[in-house]
């Protein structure tokens, strides 16, 4: 059976290297400088909505945009590629790119930044557009988690994990699934931002806790059958990488956790607000 699962991965590997473009040609800082200049893209929003329009803008936000764009940055910095071949190191870009830093982009309301500079025909059709069906599909917490751990199941049981070690075009589009499938599932859990199609408190606690529960799993499966096959890593190299998918990934859903309870707190002191208000002083009367 392992005879014949390092033939397959050797054949798709080897079609998969003819496939893809010259690797000299990639310059291994490309990645830190886009998400760098979507951190100053950012900046720039803030300060024209505080120094041109004079509107007030949560500067926590901005902290947290930069602080998840330096955890991307850390991850993928190719400043200690002696570090790059193991799957220990390829965990923690993991965990750091697809499921701490999203959370922390979700925290600094991009969404909200940019209806507010656009211009008022451009901010309608903006909204229009999250609103469409397609948008309330992808944006789902269900398609999200599929995303999520649909990705990982072809990662780690194809040949795609092995190419990506040849291959720096396969191994930023890796990258790049994970940082938008996580901040999908964040944005649809929790978060400033409104979501255009967020289901209800209960509805998503319970889907973050079937994540939890799948990443669990997955994490003892990869420390018991060793996977993904056929690849240079060793047994303890790929257990120990393993042992931190368990433990971190708790501790970056328990962040999302977090969130998701402080926005359900908000909402019930809003509601308990609303009600206490005698019926002449409600809001909205005139």
Known sequence: MERCCNSIVDHWSDILRALSPDASQMNPFLPTTLILSLALIYSAGVLRQILWKKRIWNLWRLASFWFGTALIIFAVTPLHQNDHHTFYHHMQQHLLIGMVAPTFLVMAAPISLLLRNLPR????????????????LWCHPITALVLNFGGMLVLYLTPLYRSSLHQPWSHHFIHLHFLLAGYLFAWSMAGPDPAPSRPGF??????????????GISSKLMYIHLFPYATPHSQADIQAAA????????LAELLIAILLFAAWRKHIGQRAEASSYPASLAPGDP
Do not use: P, T
Not at 121 to 136: E, N, W
Not at 206 to 214: D, H, P, R, T, Y
Not at 243 to 250: E, F, P, R, T, V
């Open 121 to 136: 025909r451009g901010a309608k059709a903006c909204v229009q557009f999250l609103h469409s069906r397609i948008i309330r």
């Open 202 to 215: 209960r509805d998503r606690l319970s889907i973050l806790l079937l994540a939890m529960a799948i990443h």
């Open 243 to 250: 042992q931190l998918m368990y433990y971190g990934g708790d």
